[in-house]
């Protein structure tokens, strides 16, 4: 099964003690596709979905997605295949100069 992690910026968010934690929370999930397996963290935290993804599906500008250590380049491509093993990274982007 795939193994989703939710660095600690959007993780806080889910665990207890709120924003005040700083731990990631890897999850671990069933699908085939990047979309299937962010479909099913989505259903266990359902308020996750609107930090993740904009209102036509796609990865929000301010979300940075990695997948076995690669980055995604195309936030709206998140029909991506998955292996048995891979491991999905979910982080808050950073910006500004």
Do not use: C
């Not at 207890?16 to 671990?28: H, M, Q, V």
């Not at 397996?37 to 930090?51: E, I, K, N, Q, W």
């Not at 929000?60 to 936030?75: E, M, P, Q």
């Amino acid at each position: 099964m795939p193994r989703v992690v939710l660095a600690s910026g959007l993780a806080r968010w889910l665990q207890p003690g709120g924003a005040g934690t700083s731990r990631e929370l890897a999850l671990e999930v069933s699908g085939s596709t990047l979309r299937e397996a962010l479909d099913a963290v989505f259903a266990r935290h359902p308020t996750l979905r609107g930090y993740v993804l904009d209102e036509q599906g796609s990865v929000r500008h301010h979300v940075a997605l990695f997948i076995d250590g690669n980055s995604i380049a195309d936030k709206a491509a998140i029909g991506l295949p998955l292996e048995a093993q891979s491991e999905v990274y979910v982080m808050q982007a950073l910006s500004g100069g």
